[in-house]
Structures are given as structure tokens and as C-alpha cells.
């Protein structure tokens, strides 16, 4: 944006503002208006970067980058762990802000790389590397925590549900990995209308089966990108997509700043404000060693560290099955809180990487800071 704001937090705003919870007017009733479009809002973000993201690049960064997303995972959602039980709001608590701080949001993620034109840079590899193993774990961890949270009795139905979790996903990497020039003769149509029905259809049929395993939807759309990025196709659905992802994506944040009532969250200000600070440092030091892990200078670790610091749609997903399940009713206002700040500063805070970098001793770094690789066209 000509102002030098990323988009994302203007949307979220623009939602409080016309809000059912902010006086006066109010152009939607909640956030349940817009529930659909919402939906297929994160579906093509993550669709979308699915597309961008080949499963070659994961498979050729082999074990530093499977080890860059462990360590991540193991600093973040174990802090917001540590963090949950610190507050004493109670055990079931502990565990749902484990997930809430500890998983950074792939559409806010997504979206920061493409407005700030940085989907060209070598760390973004690394980034969306973090995020995808970010994604196998949501499926793990929403497979683990459902019986925690919800109704699930014993072991076996555990098992049952992160069985039928981990199958699914499983038959979707496959069809990424080896089964894209079958895809490819689906999509292999000459009509720019059709070839646009066949992979909204793809994306919205997947996501849904997605629902039914237990796997997020979100996640469902990004290995249909996945599968449709390796086709002969996949540069042509990237152009034909990009309109539906920016004009979808929009009402994903302004639906989101629906369900956020500013009047709830000065009870819970204190505690947002230490797990933000908590979300920084840890963030921070997983960015900084995953990017010196990659030999990468000093600026593009930065990069890494602060690109991943929002959080968003996971969070807010949590929030739904806390509440459904009548936990500590602090739980709302204080996700709502702490997402609203982060989804704010974190794109923020990516904008004005540089000026950290530029603080860190460059002997921690002594790699040669990379060359920006060539930006595909949206």
C-alpha cells in the first residue's frame, strides 16, 4: 500500500469498526454472516500457496528444514505450554494455548510474503517450509487435542481419529509426489473458464473431504495446489486464481474482526501483553537459529523470525472448540486479544526487518547475505 501497511490489519480494523460489538454502524450481525466466504477466503490463500510451494523444494531441503519446523514447533508451542499452565486458567486451558501461541497463521504468513513482494527471496523457501510442517502438525495436533477438549473416551477412539488424520494427508502427499501428471490431464483444458470451475471444484471438494478425516480445510486446499503447482498447468492456474485469492482473502480478515469484541479484552490485557512478548522471543530465537542453520546472513534471518510472528485462523479455531466445550471463559477474550495485536505487529514488524537485522552482530552471521532470486508474476 502506498501508506507502507500491509493490508491484512486494515481488514481486521475495518471488521471491529462495523462490528456488531463497536458502537455505531454495524454492517453484519457476526462473523456467522460471512461464514462461507470466510472459508473460501483461507481456502484459496492456501491454495494459493500450494501452487508457489513444490513439494521438491521440501523434499531437496531434506533434514534442515524438517529440523528448522521441529525446532520452531518445540520452542513456540512448548513456551505456550509452559505459558498456559503459568496462568493456572487449568490443564485443558494449558493445551489449547500451547496451539494458540505456538502455531504462527499460514494465510497471514502467506499474504505478508506476497504483498511485500518477497516470495522471490531465498529465506522464503525456509519460511514456507516452517509453515508446511506447521500445517502436518495443526492435523496432528487438532487429531490429539479433540479428546482433550471434546468427548473422545480411551485410547482406541484417539487412535481412530489421528489414524484417519494422518491417512488422509498421507494420500495427499502421495498424489503431490508421484501422481501430478494424472492431475495434469484433469486440468489439461484449453477453456480459461472451465480450467477455473475444475480447480475451484478441485480445491472446494477437497477441502471439504478434508473436514470429514479430521485434517483442516485449509489444509486440504493447500495440497491441492501442491498437486496442480507440478502439472503443466500450474502456472496458468496461478495467474487465474490470484483475483479469486485477493478478493476472498479480504473478506477472510474482515470476518475475522467481526468476532472480536473490544470491550472484553481489557480484563485479559495483561495476559495478552506477556504472551506477546513471549511470542517475540521465541520467535526470534527459533527465526534467527533456522537461519543461521541455512547459512543465511543476518537480514534474511531476521526476515524469517518476524515473517512467521502473527497468528490468526488456528488460533481463532481453537477459540470455537473452547468454547464449545465450556472451558475457562477468559480463553475468548484473551485469543482474540492476542491475535488481533500479533496479526497487526507481525506484519508490521516484517516490514521493518532491516532495521533489526542491522542490531545483530554480523559475526553471528558470517554467511554472505543472498542474492534476491527473480519474483514470478502473480
Partial sequence: MRIGLPTIPLFM????????????????????????????????????????????DLVSGGGRLVASGALYLLLNVGGGLAFGFLLGWGGREAFVLAGVIGISSSAIVTKVLMDLRRLGNPESRLILGIIVVEDVFLALYLALLQPIVGNAHGFGETAAEFGKAFGFLLVLACAARWGARWVGRL????????????????????????????????????????????????????????????????????????????????????????????????????????????????????NVALTVLSRGEFALVLASMAAAAGLDARLAPFIAGYVLVLAVAGPLAATRSERLARLLPARLFPAREPTREPERAP
Fill in 13 to 56: 480494523l475495518a471488521g471491529i469498526l462495523f462490528g456488531p460489538h463497536t458502537p455505531g454502524i454495524a454492517l453484519f450481525d457476526g462473523p456467522d454472516d460471512l461464514k462461507l466466504l470466510s472459508a473460501l477466503g483461507l481456502v484459496f490463500l492456501l491454495f494459493y500457496l500450494g501452487l508457489e510451494f513444490h513439494l521438491d
Fill in 187 to 302: 486440468v489439461d483444458l484449453k477453456d480459461d473458464e472451465l480450467l477455473v470451475v475444475t480447480f475451484v471444484g478441485l480445491a472446494v471438494l477437497t477441502a471439504g473431504i478434508a473436514e470429514e478425516f479430521g485434517v483442516s480445510d485449509a489444509i486440504g486446499a493447500f495440497m491441492v495446489g501442491l498437486i496442480l503447482g507440478a502439472t503443466k498447468a500450474g502456472p496458468r492456474i496461478q495467474t487465474l486464481v490470484h483475483p479469486l485469492r485477493d478478493a476472498f482473502a479480504a473478506i477472510f480478515f474482515f470476518a475475522f474482526g467481526l468476532s472480536i469484541d473490544p470491550g472484553d479484552l481489557a480484563s485479559v490485557a495483561l495476559p495478552v501483553a506477556l504472551a506477546v512478548l513471549l511470542t517475540l522471543a521465541l520467535n526470534l530465537a527459533a527465526g534467527l537459529l533456522a537461519g543461521r542453520l541455512h547459512g543465511f546472513g543476518r537480514g534474511p534471518s531476521t
